[in-house]
């Protein structure tokens, strides 16, 4: 329990309590983001990282990826704290609490981007930087030692989408949020696509109905 201590930071290295630690509790810190020691507590089942005023940066998902016991995460009362990353759904579907009440900036993004707009697809990304990018995602190391520094580079920066699962460059990022129901509770959450799959809730059930599975 390290509630209320003014920490901003932890140690990296928190090996030595992998198999030991099952509960943490950081409420009323001083963290901008979630702690890189973090990755190390695999056993880690409760994680509350509530009250933390100056946590505003996006969820590193990386950083909660080796957690696979994880049943709750409490990110309640964090004012400047971004949408949930759809992608820490999709990786932890044991998480059975996900606490986000009075988190104001997801309400502020969900009701932006329920603004109506016009919007403009952006290009689609050159087939050699798609190439780039599925011969970085499938580990073809073959590949890599042959690509042009710059091409290796581009395909280190390329993302997936939450979307298709292609690639999503940097310079054509499209991002989307959405309410989604997380063992009964609403969590606003946000989605990094490629291009504007869909500008409006109506557009997405439609994507849903023809050829999408929600996994959420």
Not at 44 to 50: E, Q, V
Not at 52 to 71: G, H, I, M, S
Request: charged residues 20%; aromatic residues 6%.
């Amino acid at each position: 329990d390290l509630r209320q201590n003014q920490l901003s930071s932890l140690p990296n290295d928190l090996s030595g309590w992998s198999q030991s630690l099952h509960t943490l509790l950081l409420d009323r810190n001083c963290f901008a983001q979630l702690p890189s020691g973090l990755v190390h507590l695999r056993s880690l089942r409760h994680l509350s990282l509530a009250r933390n005023p100056k946590l505003r940066q996006q969820l590193q998902v990386k950083l909660l990826t080796p957690l696979a016991q994880l049943e709750l995460l409490d990110l309640s009362h964090n004012p400047h704290l971004p949408a949930i990353p759809h992608r820490l759904l999709q990786e932890h579907p044991d998480l059975r609490s996900l606490l986000t009440d009075g988190c104001v900036r997801m309400a502020e993004q969900l009701h932006q981007s329920a603004l109506p707009a016009i919007q403009t697809p952006p290009s689609p990304p050159r087939p050699l930087a798609r190439l780039t990018w599925l011969c970085w995602q499938q580990q073809q190391q073959t590949a890599k030692e042959f690509m042009p520094p710059h091409l290796r580079q581009l395909g280190s920066l390329c993302g997936r989408c939450d979307w298709c699962g292609g690639p999503v460059m940097p310079d054509t990022l499209v991002r989307r949020y959405r309410q989604v129901l997380r063992m009964d509770r609403l969590v606003i959450v946000e989605y990094a696509l490629c291009r504007p799959h869909w500008n409006t809730e109506s557009r997405y059930i439609e994507l849903l109905i023809i050829d999408k599975y929600d996994f959420i």
